[in-house]
């Protein structure tokens, strides 16, 4: 039975057994999936708590989340976004052009990171450890973990910002960075709406 | 045993408020918690079905784009002038 399918396949146009997308690409999509199972974990244990916090949220004597400083920082990861599928436009017509961009975008993602870091020292500064409450766990765990993605998909920029210097650059490792880079512009606002309003 | 069975499920039709699945989750809470457990139970059973459904969804794209392409550059390659010598 095996032996004729492998007949049949080997008989067939090879159009009709073209892959349908990049491995890397698919393996991105199938690991993002997989994170964003892994946030809304968060999202979901974290609401619970809230909704049965005695007290109000945050609780007494916690200090409040700077909701005006990361909305700014939200904005600057948004336009990170942006600027990346902007770079990606460029990257198709001629992959030169798409250098500053790219760069920008790179440039927007570690603002956001180095200001999510300035906001956690002054938070602790505050008195909000990840034991001072349950409003602290759940943020530095949150927020925390978003940090990591961010740094890891900054790298997988990187990397690419490097081949494209190099002309070694190719769309399928570009198009992987960035469903990494879009997942986490894309998950921030609902963690923000969520651990932040 | 067939009646106790029945017995069970009349009450869960008839007094379901009382009959709830999870012994955690619900007894002795309000009701902001219990609709937080009802919502992102609803929020954790969805999420995975509608990722599925997007990627299927992308994946008939993209098979209906490389047909496309494919009946395309067969035509293109029919009409040009080196394929009617």
New interface residues.
């Given amino acids: 039975m095996s032996a004729k399918v492998l007949h049949i396949a080997k008989k067939m146009p090879a159009?009709r057994r073209?892959q349908?997308?990049p491995n890397g690409v698919i393996g991105m999509?199938i690991f993002v999936?997989a994170e964003?199972?892994f946030f809304?974990?968060f999202?979901?244990a974290h609401?619970?708590v809230?909704?049965?916090a005695l007290g109000g949220w945050p609780p007494p004597g916690q200090p409040r989340l700077p909701i005006e400083q990361t909305a700014f920082n939200t904005a600057a990861l948004l336009a990170s976004g942006a600027m990346l599928f902007f770079a990606h436009r460029r990257f198709g017509k001629d992959p030169g052009s798409a250098r500053l961009p790219l760069a920008i975008a790179m440039a927007l993602g570690a603002f956001f990171v180095a200001f999510q870091g300035m906001e956690w020292v002054a938070l602790l500064n505050e008195g909000l450890t990840v034991t001072s409450s349950t409003h602290g766990a759940f943020f530095y765990l949150i927020v925390g973990a978003h940090a990591a993605h961010a740094v890891a998909a900054l790298l997988a920029l990187l990397y690419c910002f490097v081949r494209l210097m190099q002309r070694n650059l190719v769309m399928p490792q570009l198009m992987a960075a960035e469903i990494f880079w879009y997942f986490v512009v894309a998950v921030w606002p609902l963690l923000y709406w969520r651990v932040y309003l | 045993m067939r009646a106790l069975a029945s017995a069970v499920m009349l009450a869960a039709l008839t007094v379901p408020s009382q009959v709830l699945a999870c012994p955690v989750c619900s007894p002795g809470?309000?009701d902001?918690?219990q609709?937080?457990?009802l919502?992102?139970t609803i929020?954790?059973t969805l999420?995975?079905l509608m990722?599925l459904g997007v990627?299927f969804y992308w994946?008939v794209r993209?098979?209906r784009a490389?047909e496309t392409r494919?009946i395309a550059i067969q035509m293109q390659a029919e009409l040009s002038p080196t394929a009617e010598e």
Avoid: V
């Fill in positions: 159009a073209r349908l997308a999509i999936f964003m199972m809304a974990g999202i979901s609401t619970i809230k909704s049965g | 809470r309000d902001a918690t609709q937080a457990f919502s992102m929020f954790m999420l995975p990722m990627l994946l993209r098979i490389l494919d």
